[in-house]
């Protein structure tokens, strides 16, 4: 058991931080916490449609910036980053992966 919990500490800790927020939030206010509950199935609903777009969108911009700064693939840019201990192109992926999310909040009001 000891080993068990050792190994999964920090999954079980999110968790546990999540019941114990979601037990707070409902003793605070039971009534908003109900209101949240009900447009739940619309929330998700819409994660559900724009995840997928957003991700797609996002994956063109990241590939044609790698494409223009050379890299062919995902393989270069680690094999650049951490063989050849240049973070350049870790750092460019992961800034332009962050701008086109950012880019496409902006435009895509669900």
Same mark, same amino acid.
């Given at each position: 058991m000891q080993n068990i919990f050792a190994r999964y500490k920090? @999954? &079980? &800790?999110?968790l546990l931080t999540l019941v114990i927020g979601q037990? &707070?939030?409902?003793?605070a206010s039971p009534a908003s916490w109900q209101g949240f509950i009900n447009v739940l199935g619309r929330i998700l609903s819409m994660i559900a449609f724009w995840g997928p777009i957003i991700a797609a969108i996002s994956s063109l911009f990241v590939w @044609?910036?790698?494409r223009l700064l050379g890299f062919e693939s995902l393989e270069a840019i680690r094999q650049e980053s951490v063989e050849q201990n240049n973070p350049a192109p870790a750092i460019v992926f992961v800034g332009t992966l962050i701008a086109s999310v950012l880019f496409l909040m902006l435009v895509i009001k669900p």
């Open positions: 920090f @999954i &079980i &800790i999110l037990a &707070i939030s409902f003793a @044609i910036v790698m």
